[in-house]
């Protein structure tokens, strides 16, 4: 053994995970803690991406809900928000939406990666009503510690997100 400690994965800040998005899209990012749960199954649905260890052992997931991930994904890339916007009100998202959020979600997993914590990587991005597999499914609504906020994207609008720790 080489002695060093192992921490546990933390939770990031919600000053954490805002400050990731402001930096990513360039434009200000208002949160609001505590709005309740990313629920997936339900209509408009979420995007999921799922973190894993080295030994490809489930530790983290960011759960995203539609509107956040189309306006997010139009940030992003400078797509007009009125674009994000019918992707809200078809309740699809493009496949050029959820390219770009699930990079977003990619760099996302430094909000995991500290000094003495396993390293987390992206392992795959789940798109809004895709059936999630049973392994990652019953984490989602699962009692863990979590950070659950709605965030609002200056100039295209706002969703929640739910960011967890297993």
């Known amino acids: ?7 546990p994965t933390p939770l990031p800040a919600a000053l954490e995970v805002r400050e990731l998005l402001e930096g990513l899209l360039g434009r200000d990012v208002e949160a609001v803690v505590g709005t309740g749960t990313v629920d997936p199954h339900q209509d408009p649905g979420a995007v999921v991406g799922v973190y894993v260890d080295d030994m490809l052992k489930l530790k983290a997931m960011i759960v995203m809900e539609m ?44 909000l995991f990666n500290t000094d003495g914590a396993p390293h ?22 699962a009692y863990v510690q ?21």
């Not at 053994?1 to 921490?7: E, F, L």
């Not at 987390?120 to 609504?141: F, S």
């Open 67 to 110: 509107p956040l991930a189309a306006y997010a994904g139009a940030a992003i890339a400078l797509i007009p928000a009125r674009t994000a916007q019918d992707a809200v009100d078809n309740g699809l998202i493009t496949p050029m939406l959820f390219d770009n959020i699930a990079e977003i979600l990619n760099v996302a997993s430094s």
């Open 120 to 141: 987390l990587r992206l392992y795959e991005t789940y798109a809004p009503r895709e059936t999630l597999p049973a392994d990652v499914d019953k984490w989602v609504l």
């Open 146 to 166: 979590r950070l659950d906020m709605e965030l609002d994207v200056s100039g295209y609008g706002p969703g929640r997100v739910s960011v967890l720790v297993i």
């Open 1 to 7: 053994m080489s002695g060093q400690v192992v921490r």
